[in-house]
């Protein structure tokens, strides 16, 4: 039986929807890039800071990955390039190349906005 994962996210959390024919439930997992370290690094340093950025939100996607690699069809979804960044990311990793990704825009959503954009995309299979 194939498994199905929603993802909305941006580039500091990321919502993970299994998809169940019965219930969608979601995860929350948060980028730990926080807005006092961005403070605290950007009073050292800005390249102190944009280093200590990229390397949470690297973080972020890795964790991301992880989940990901557990489903056979996924679908990251979101307003910013946050979902592009994972998906570049994904597609340059061997261990992905059996997952089928896709990327839809999307404005912020409720949860349960989340959960029919889901619902519907996977309906469709």
Known sequence: MKKYLGIWMDHRS???MEYKIDAIETNII??????????????????????????????????????????DEVLL?????????????????????KVNIKIEQADKMTENQQHSFVKKHFEKK
Request: charged share 30%.
């Open 14 to 16: 990321a919502n993970i």
């Open 30 to 71: 948060d980028s730990k890039f926080t807005k006092e370290e961005k403070s605290e690094s950007l009073g050292k340093s800005e390249n102190i800071m944009h280093n200590k950025e990229q390397q949470k939100q690297s973080e972020f996607y890795q964790n991301l990955g992880a989940i990901i690699r557990n489903y």
């Open 77 to 97: 979804f979101g307003p910013t390039d946050a979902k592009l960044e994972l998906f570049n990311i994904l597609r340059a990793d061997t261990h992905f190349e």
